[in-house]
């Protein structure tokens, strides 16, 4: 069919051109209509980023320097030379019984590995084999290591009164035990004086062993301050 036919018209003529291409290449113009996946990907990256500032018209960034910063206070335990010191300074706190005697001490030496163990009469068999096997949480610990025997001895009585004064009835103790075992000594002569003292033993392996004690006191309730 000629191109100067006349029996078709210029747009019935383009038609069947275009009709003559789709049937020669069918898939040409699929392809050509297709984006690439990277232009499309592309594309709706650049589509989602303009939603997201549209979305952010009229947010303000926060100050910073107006937020408070919070720290948390970190507690250290009582230190025996410390507590000395202090009681020094200002007297020493007010406990039942300020006055131990070394007697029992100086009678009775203690091997630097030996275990600890006392209780009195009264005592449940199973409150003490609680506080043995380390199960009684302890309110609070001193470390009497590089303590002379007064220093320990100031910081034993403040240790107990302190957990008298917070309603606590155990305690720890770490007196070391080096060759002499000297403040283990005095501590094991001490606590078995002091009339808040129901029970002592040296503490589990992984709580310190021989070089420390767990010491259970009387529930303040019990004494005469808290009645007061």
Not at 71 to 95: F, I, N, Y
Not at 176 to 186: H, S
Not at 199 to 206: D, M, Q
């Given at each position: 069919?000629?191109?100067?036919?006349?029996?078709?018209?210029?747009?019935q003529?383009?038609?069947?051109?275009?009709?003559?291409?789709?049937?020669?290449?069918?898939?040409?113009?699929?392809?050509?209509?297709?984006?690439?996946?990277?232009?499309?990907?592309?594309?709706?990256?650049?589509?989602?980023?303009?939603?997201?500032?549209?979305?952010?018209q009229?947010v303000?960034?926060?100050?910073?320097?107006?937020?408070?910063?919070?720290?948390?206070?970190?507690?250290?335990?009582?230190?025996?030379k410390t507590?000395?010191?202090?009681?020094?300074?200002?007297?020493?706190?007010?406990?039942d019984?300020?006055e131990?005697?070394?007697?029992?001490?100086?009678?009775?030496?203690?091997?630097?590995?030996?275990?600890?163990?006392?209780?009195?009469?009264?005592?449940?068999?199973?409150?003490?084999?609680?506080?043995?096997?380390?199960?009684?949480?302890?309110?609070?610990?001193?470390?009497?290591?590089?303590?002379?025997?007064?220093?320990?001895r100031?910081?034993?009585?403040?240790?107990?009164?302190?957990?008298?004064?917070?309603?606590?009835?155990?305690i720890?103790?770490?007196?070391?035990?080096?060759?002499e075992a000297?403040?283990?000594?005095?501590?094991?002569?001490?606590?078995r004086?002091?009339r808040?003292?129901?029970?002592?033993?040296?503490?589990?392996e992984?709580?310190?062993?021989?070089?420390?004690?767990?010491?259970?006191?009387?529930?303040?309730?019990?004494?005469p301050?808290?009645?007061?």
């Amino acid at each position: 069919m000629s191109k100067h036919d006349s029996s078709l018209s210029k747009d019935q003529y383009n038609l069947l051109k275009s009709f003559k291409k789709q049937i020669t290449n069918p898939h040409s113009t699929a392809i050509a209509k297709q984006p690439e996946p990277k232009a499309q990907a592309e594309q709706e990256q650049e589509d989602d980023f303009d939603l997201f500032q549209k979305s952010m018209q009229g947010v303000k960034k926060i100050d910073s320097s107006n937020i408070a910063k919070i720290e948390k206070s970190k507690q250290k335990k009582p230190d025996a030379k410390t507590l000395a010191k202090r009681a020094a300074a200002t007297g020493p706190m007010q406990t039942d019984q300020a006055e131990l005697s070394d007697t029992q001490a100086m009678l009775n030496p203690v091997a630097s590995q030996a275990a600890l163990s006392y209780r009195i009469a009264t005592l449940q068999h199973k409150v003490f084999e609680d506080l043995k096997a380390g199960n009684l949480r302890w309110f609070e610990a001193v470390d009497l290591h590089g303590c002379t025997v007064e220093e320990a001895r100031v910081a034993v009585l403040q240790i107990i009164q302190m957990a008298k004064d917070e309603n606590q009835n155990v305690i720890k103790i770490v007196h070391g035990k080096g060759p002499e075992a000297i403040l283990k000594t005095y501590v094991n002569g001490w606590l078995r004086q002091h009339r808040d003292v129901l029970a002592f033993v040296s503490a589990p392996e992984k709580q310190g062993g021989t070089g420390a004690v767990l010491v259970l006191l009387k529930r303040s309730e019990k004494n005469p301050k808290f009645k007061q």
